[in-house]
Each structure stands twice: as structure tokens, then as C-alpha cells.
């Protein structure tokens, strides 16, 4: 098979960092577009809340103004819980009207100034997170975009083969100059090194 | 048969990398998509043996993720050899080596 080779001369090398950040450019224009396309889908409603749990009751929690956390929804990814009692747990156990708390994740957050600041609750709700499908996502952004960690390292090598073949363009050019001893135009500087 | 062989240079197997990137996202959809499915599955069916056959399968699958990081690594390597390679080339190619060829 007959091999046509390019012998440019001088090049140093220049086209390998040429390629090179080309193509780290085109790879980290796919990674962001991978991760924009990766964030919309994991933020579909759908598979943020993919998982629906059971009824869950904490007992003995601490109503506050402040906002209690809800543990059990905590404990998953993106947790959106749904209150369904609040109950006084102490004394005659009345339930506490919806209008003198608020949710938010899985926080549950008295009114200002709430009557029932400090009074232990059982809290009855249920909850959505993100289930499989959210984590997967999740996992393959995470991953992929891993790769721009690398580029520094490319290009301090790309850099380092154009830094070499330059070097020895510098030391042909000496040694085919005659100024040093032991110096020959033939040989070695009769080579083209800048078509690597 | 006539061989055509690509001669480019200086891409130094990023070309490896950029194919990495883009099977790795897909991979990624697909094992979404499974497990999605799997979990509609699940709820599809009262049946206990059916219900933890397909837990474990989905659970399996996506544990694909967490290989990620280390696949990425181990491309980010290979490109990284590669341009050594280069670099190798470029010194013997100099003569400045005793014995070069």
C-alpha cells in the first residue's frame, strides 16, 4: 500500500496542538450539551417525583415556626411531602388546623408566632422523590462531565511535544550551523522533524 | 481487498475520548428509560416474585452509573498515552538519543 506522508517543514508540531484543542473544544461542547440535556430531563416533574411512598406517621416532633424537618421524606432525593394531620400529642390530642402550617420539601413550618410553637406533633403525610431514573441521570452527568478535569493535563502535553519538536528544529539549526564542534550539515540535520 | 487506514495526525486518540463521551450519555438514557420502565412495571403488578425480579433488575442495571468516573479515567489514559507516544516519537526521531533509530 503505497503511504503518502505530509514533510512539512518548521511546523514544530504546531498541528498536533492544533487537533488537539480542537477536538477538546468539540468534546466539551458535547459534554455541556449532554449536561443541559441531562438537566432537563432529570427535572421533569415525572421523575423528579417518580416514587410515591406510603402513609408515613413521625410521632413526637417539635412544631415549630422555624420548620421541622419530616425525617422519613428527608431520607430520599428531592422529597415533596403532602400533610394529611397534624396532631397535638399530648393532652386531648387535638389537630392542629392546616391554616397554622405550611410545607415545603420536606420541611413542615408553623405560621409566625404559632400557638403551637414547641408543642410535640404527630405528623401523618405522604411523599414524593426521585426514584431510579432521577439517580441514573444524575450518575451519568456527574460522570460525563468528569472529563473537562483532563483538559489542563492535554494541553500542558500537547504543549510539551510542540515545546520538544521546536527544540529539536533549534538544535538542527546549531548543530548544521557549524558553530559547534563536531557540528555536520548532513546526517541528522538532513531530517525533517517538524512533520510530526 | 483494498485496506483504507486513516493516517491523521496529531488527534492522539481523542477521537476515542469524544466516541467514550457520547456511548457513555447514551448509555445513560437507556439505562433511564429501563428504569423508568421497570419501576411502572412494578407497580403494574400485585405478584411478590415478579415484583422482586424486576427490583433487582432495574436496581442491577442502574448501578451501571457508578463505572462512570473510572471509564472516563481510563479514556482520559489512553489519550494520555497516546500523546506520550508522540512525544517518544518526536525525541527518538530527533537523534538526540544514543541509538536512535
Request: proline share 1%; aromatic share 6%.
Amino acid at each position: 500500500m503505497e503511504t503518502n506522508l505530509k514533510r512539512d517543514k518548521g511546523v514544530a508540531g504546531l498541528m498536533i496542538l492544533l487537533s488537539l484543542v480542537v477536538m477538546l473544544f468539540v468534546i466539551g461542547l458535547l459534554v455541556m450539551i449532554f449536561a443541559l440535556m441531562g438537566g432537563e430531563m432529570k427535572d421533569v416533574d415525572s421523575i423528579k417525583g417518580s416514587e410515591l411512598s406510603g402513609t408515613v406517621t413521625q410521632d413526637a416532633l417539635t412544631f415549630s415556626d422555624g420548620g421541622t424537618s419530616l425525617t422519613e421524606c428527608a431520607s430520599h432525593n428531592l422529597g415533596v411531602v403532602t400533610v394529611s394531620a397534624v396532631i397535638n400529642e399530648t393532652g386531648a390530642q387535638e389537630t392542629v388546623p392546616t391554616a397554622q402550617y405550611t410545607t415545603a420539601n420536606c420541611i413542615l413550618t408553623g405560621i409566625a408566632g404559632s400557638v403551637w410553637n414547641a408543642t410535640a406533633v404527630n405528623v401523618t403525610y405522604t411523599y414524593v422523590y426521585a426514584g431510579t431514573a432521577y439517580n441514573v441521570m444524575n450518575g451519568t452527568i456527574a460522570g460525563i462531565v468528569n472529563v473537562t478535569d483532563w483538559y489542563d493535563i492535554f494541553i500542558v502535553i500537547g504543549a510539551m511535544v510542540v515545546l520538544i519538536l521546536l527544540t529539536v528544529i533549534i538544535i538542527v539549526a546549531i548543530r548544521g550551523s557549524g558553530m559547534m564542534d563536531g557540528g555536520v550539515a548532513t546526517g541528522n540535520a538532513s531530517r525533517n522533524y517538524g512533520s510530526a | 481487498m483494498r485496506t483504507s487506514l486513516k493516517q491523521d495526525k496529531g488527534v492522539a486518540g481523542l477521537t476515542i475520548l469524544l466516541s467514550l463521551v457520547v456511548m457513555l450519555f447514551v448509555i445513560g438514557l437507556l439505562v433511564m428509560i429501563f428504569a423508568l420502565m421497570g419501576g411502572e412495571l412494578q407497580d403494574a403488578t400485585t405478584d411478590p416474585t415478579a415484583i422482586q425480579v424486576i427490583n433487582d433488575t432495574t436496581s442491577s442495571i442502574s448501578s451501571v452509573t457508578d463505572w462512570y468516573d473510572i471509564f472516563i479515567v481510563i479514556g482520559a489514559m489512553v489519550v494520555l498515552i497516546l500523546l506520550t507516544v508522540i512525544i517518544i516519537v518526536a525525541i527518538r526521531g530527533s537523534g538526540m538519543m544514543a541509538g536512535s533509530a
